[in-house]
């Protein structure tokens, strides 16, 4: 129960929507106390590091750039990694164009080498149609993450998976997805923390993203009951996160009774 590192969800595991979530700060000073390295996966790819950064801070919760890989981050990172062009047409947000400009990449609407989608809020239908157009031409095809609905305030939207869908069955192009549960998004993560997969725990709220990318990967599991998913999610047969708590309080004071 003692793990070396934490790879740790952010919405409906730290805080949900504008609201902090029991014990989280407590969990991560914690963290910060025994000098565990941790670091924040979220397949938003609609903020910026320093926009996630800032949430944080609003719950008293301290964090740094490299802390924080997002699917947009992520997808950024693959690209470049593949050293076969940097000229990018993107569907999405802020998050998305930094993530993209920082590593190098040319954000543009004209002949692309990639298409990237991401969630975005202004979605036109000729946004759509420049992505089909140029997926058509031969650009290579990425979505940050396939989450079909986002939880908000006023209840379920539509998520980035259901945007790339569009762009998928029009062009019957299936594309290259990154967020979790893909194994990019794994990897880049463990890169950063130096660590193998037996040394850490994936923390989160979501069944098919969070603990779905831990059983894949071969990585412990802790899943909170504090967003998406709920016990009845862990029925029929599936394969269980290793560990189910309330939430991070309740993991904390089980991990201090063990380790102490
Ligand atoms: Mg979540």
Request: negative net charge; contains cysteine; hydrophobic residues 40%.
């Amino acid at each position: 129960m003692k793990y070396a590192g934490y790879l740790i969800d952010l919405d409906g595991t730290m805080y949900r929507g504008n609201e902090p979530i029991d014990g989280a700060k407590e969990f991560i000073q914690h963290l910060q106390q025994t000098s565990t390295p941790h670091m924040y996966v979220t397949n938003n790819a609609t903020s910026t590091q320093s926009a996630v950064i800032a949430k944080l801070k609003k719950f008293g919760i301290d964090a740094k750039e490299e802390q924080v890989l997002t699917s947009a981050i992520a997808a950024a990172n693959y690209i470049k990694e593949k050293q076969a062009g940097n000229q990018v047409y993107m569907i999405g947000e802020v998050g998305l164009r930094e993530a993209l400009e920082k590593e190098g990449m040319i954000v543009t609407d004209e002949a692309s080498d990639y298409v990237v989608v991401g969630l975005d809020r202004e979605l036109t239908y000729e946004k759509l149609a420049t992505a089909c157009t140029l997926i058509r031409n031969g650009a290579t095809f990425i979505s940050t993450n396939k989450d079909a609905a986002i939880p908000t305030e006023a209840g379920f939207k539509p998520g980035n998976g259901s945007i790339t869908q569009a762009v998928a069955v029009s062009t019957g192009v299936k594309p290259i997805y990154i967020g979790k549960p893909e194994a990019i998004m794994v990897e880049q993560a463990l890169h950063y923390l130096q660590m193998s997969k037996e040394e850490v725990l994936m923390v989160g709220d979501n069944y098919d993203t969070d603990i779905t990318f831990g059983i894949d990967a071969q990585i412990d599991t802790l899943m909170v009951l504090t967003g998406v998913s709920t016990r009845e999610h862990l029925q029929g047969g599936v394969k269980q996160p290793t560990y189910i708590e309330e939430n991070l309080s309740t993991w904390l004071a089980r991990i201090s009774q063990v380790n102490n």
